[in-house]
């Protein structure tokens, strides 16, 4: 009996060493492909920093009182303003009337959010790369395989995530100037363009100065003193070219070539500030009825000769700029963030 058992485990082993012998080894399986993001939450979540900054900045409740106050200051300030002017005008209201109405509301809202655009979004940012340094968590950072491209763009992309939601948290405040007319959808488009590429350059602004300057004091700063100078220090700059130009447009006494390159000049200020392009490309809409292309008669009243100068609405040379700005305020950034790991 005990031989019988000793012989069946040898001839289970010699048949296992057999099949072992004879199969050939598998071959390592190759990792899959990452499948690119399809969705915007799958391109969110791929890169840690915005993961975790949106859950940081979203899990408590001071990013929705902060939208609850918002919203009921923009709603307070349409009633006051709807309220002034109806008590300035008759107790009759004509279909004109009521378009200015319109006019004036969504001027009240688009004013109010190119104001938490211009000095809120830096706000978001400034401290984006320097609050890391302060709270010597930076250098944690360096030591991971994270790239200063990820870093940056996280740090971006999760502060203007924010932004953008007030901005589209306010879209139905907008909407209410079509109940009373006046007010075009293309209008809407239009400001709404202008406010996110307004949040975009001043964003990135943020995070260059956050990412050059080694304290958040410093790079707030410098940063608002930025957005200063193009809010700001445009009309300083943009007064005596009018007080020059005004005479010369007025009597039409200088000559063409003169008046087209100041008007190209005037323009090009114009396109850097958003208040006057927002202002600029509301005038050229009523007054021309064009978003797009116009023209201006230049006349020259002492050789009597005249031509009709080619323009564009403001808007589309402010949003070039504004993208390019923030471009290499992007590309300054990741630069920076890299030296800095590098050192």
């Known amino acids: 009996m005990e031989n019988a058992k000793f012989s069946f485990v040898i001839l289970h082993f010699s048949l296992t060493t057999m099949t072992e012998t004879a199969l050939p080894n598998p071959a390592p399986a190759k990792p899959a492909p990452a499948r690119p993001a399809r969705t915007l939450r799958e391109w969110l979540t791929t890169n840690p920093v915005v993961l975790k900054e949106l859950r940081g900045r979203m899990r408590g409740a001071r990013a929705f009182v902060v939208l609850t106050m918002y919203l009921l200051v923009m709603i307070g300030f349409i ?55 302060e709270r010597q968590t930076f250098d944690l950072l360096r030591t991971t395989l994270l790239p200063a491209r990820s870093l940056v763009m996280g740090k971006l992309i999760s502060a203007l995530s924010y932004v953008f939601l007030l901005l589209l948290a306010a879209l139905p405040l907008q909407s209410l100037a079509f109940l009373l007319g006046g007010v075009s959808v293309e209008e809407v488009l239009v400001a709404s363009l202008l406010l996110m590429a307004t949040a975009v350059m001043f964003g ?9 300057m080694r304290r958040t004091l410093g790079a707030t700063v410098l940063t608002y003193a930025f957005v200063l100078l193009l809010t700001l220090g445009l009309p ?10 005004g005479p010369l447009f007025g009597y039409g006494n200088a000559p063409i070539e003169l008046q087209i390159s100041l ?80 050192a």
Request: include cysteine; charged fraction near 5%; proline fraction near 5%.
């Open 236 to 245: 300083i700059i943009l007064f005596p070219v009018v007080a020059f130009a």
């Open 204 to 212: 990135t602004a943020g995070v260059f100065f956050s990412s050059l």
């Open 79 to 133: 009633t006051l303003l709807y309220s002034i002017y109806l008590s300035s005008t008759s107790s009759v209201y004509s279909v004109p009337d009521r378009q200015l109405v319109g006019k004036f509301v969504f001027a009240g809202v688009v004013g109010i959010e190119t104001l938490l655009v211009c000095f809120i979004t830096p706000a978001f940012t400034v401290g984006a790369i320097s609050g890391e340094r």
């Open 263 to 342: 008007m190209y000049l005037l323009g090009l200020l114009i396109s850097t500030n958003p208040v006057a392009t927002m202002v600029a490309t509301e005038a050229i809409l009523v007054s021309n009825q064009t978003l797009f292309y116009f023209t201006a008669p230049i006349y020259n009243n002492l050789t009597g000769n005249s031509v009709n100068m080619p323009l564009i609405s403001p808007w589309i040379p402010f949003t070039v700029f504004a993208f390019g700005v923030a471009i290499v305020f992007l590309l300054m950034s990741i630069v920076n963030v890299s030296r800095r790991e590098n």
